[in-house]
């Protein structure tokens, strides 16, 4: 590679603060403010190394090439040493490979490069493939006049910054996006995920865990009109635990709010995934028999029940319930499904507790 130009006086206006992208002339070098100058031609080429000389300071890093291999050559070293050229000044006519050819290998390999192609001849399909295929920035004639080259130059050195500014800001847009698109990704998972907790707190007993009362009656409603539409069966059993007042006064309220809490667990261990269950209030519970016949029903609750008087409720000792069991017909109501199950429940109490009772059949 041949040694960089020296020369006096830098350009204020391009290198010391004012260049797009506020990079100072200590930095340009380093940052791609490289030009290289292309021509077979030795007059030519002093030409260009005085009138640089004359305008552009030291800090500039002007490279000289006599022919488009030798070009290529230093463009490679470049790279490898992490610079990009700035821009290029080439001659059109040279032997070897041309002018237009050599900027179109150029931009393959530092598209960014701003190209300027010196011609005195009057072959302008060269020139139309160099803006077609490698974004020719300007074409001067020759001979040329040195003012034009100069303001051409400082013109393409602006150029060079202000696309470079517009990547560095496209590229610090694309990491705000993908990071505001990341930070939203999240606060919307959190958002899903704190819906879903509202939503399950919103249909979920605080105390039991199982479904409130709200909830519970809504799945009964729903049952009765899937009853209704496919004629299948289904059941409901209350469930009240026996002497609960007793259970609160003797041993205090929050041994009885742990009665409830395990009365929850029990039920769900002992009745079937398609059950639902639900606490109606107090110490009364309801399960909904999903697809179940009254008999099936009526095992269950026993099961239940024997679960319950079999469990040994810390601090209290053993607790009882009853039931009352009554299967859907097919004009039931919520009310009138829960009243019949509701005065069964009453029978199991009045027959001495701990029993399980089913509605009344007639006919």
Not at 173 to 192: D, G, P
Not at 266 to 274: E, Y
Not at 300 to 322: C, M, Y
Not at 334 to 358: F, Q, W
């Amino acid at each position: 590679m041949r040694p960089a130009l020296d020369g006096n006086g830098l350009d204020d206006a391009l290198l010391r603060g004012t260049v797009p992208g506020g990079a100072p002339g200590s930095r340009l070098v380093a940052q791609g403010g490289i030009i290289l100058c292309v021509d077979d031609d030795s007059t030519v080429l002093a030409a260009l190394r005085s009138m640089l000389s004359s305008h552009f300071g030291p800090e500039i890093q002007v490279e000289y090439a006599e022919g488009g291999e030798e070009a290529l050559e230093i463009e490679a070293e470049l790279r490898a040493q992490g610079k990009e050229l700035g821009l290029v000044i080439s001659d059109f006519q040279m032997p070897g490979l041309r002018g237009d050819e050599l900027l179109v290998r150029l931009h393959e390999k530092s598209p960014n490069t701003i190209k300027i192609l010196l011609t005195g001849q009057s072959d302008m399909e060269g020139v139309k493939r160099a803006i077609n295929d490698a974004n020719l920035y300007r074409f001067l004639e020759k001979p040329f006049l040195n003012e034009d080259v100069v303001l051409t130059v400082r013109a393409a050195i602006r150029a060079y910054w202000q696309e470079r500014d517009l990547i560095r800001q496209n590229e610090e847009l694309r990491r705000m996006n993908a990071e505001l698109e990341s930070i939203v990704a999240m606060r919307t998972r959190e958002l899903v995920e704190k819906n879903k907790e509202l939503e399950v707190l919103s249909v979920t007993d605080k105390l039991t865990g199982l479904f409130n009362r709200r909830k519970i009656d809504q799945v009964l409603d729903e049952e009765l009109i899937r009853a209704r539409r496919y004629d299948v069966d289904f059941c409901v059993i209350i469930v009240d635990l026996d002497h609960f007042k007793r259970v609160n006064d003797t041993h205090g309220h929050a041994a009885g709010d742990e009665v409830l809490v395990r009365l929850g667990q029990i039920l769900r261990h002992t009745t079937r995934d398609a059950d639902a269950l639900g606490r109606l209030g107090g110490e009364e519970f309801l399960v909904v028999c999903r697809h179940t016949p009254l008999d099936t029903t009526l095992a269950l609750a026993h099961k239940v029940r024997e679960a319950i008087a079999a469990h040994d409720f810390t601090d209290v000792g053993h607790v009882t319930a009853s039931f009352g069991v009554a299967a859907c017909r097919g004009d039931d109501s919520a009310a009138s499904l829960l009243a019949r199950a509701d005065a069964a429940l009453y029978r199991a109490k009045d027959g001495g507790r701990n029993k399980v009772e089913r509605e009344h059949v007639f006919g």
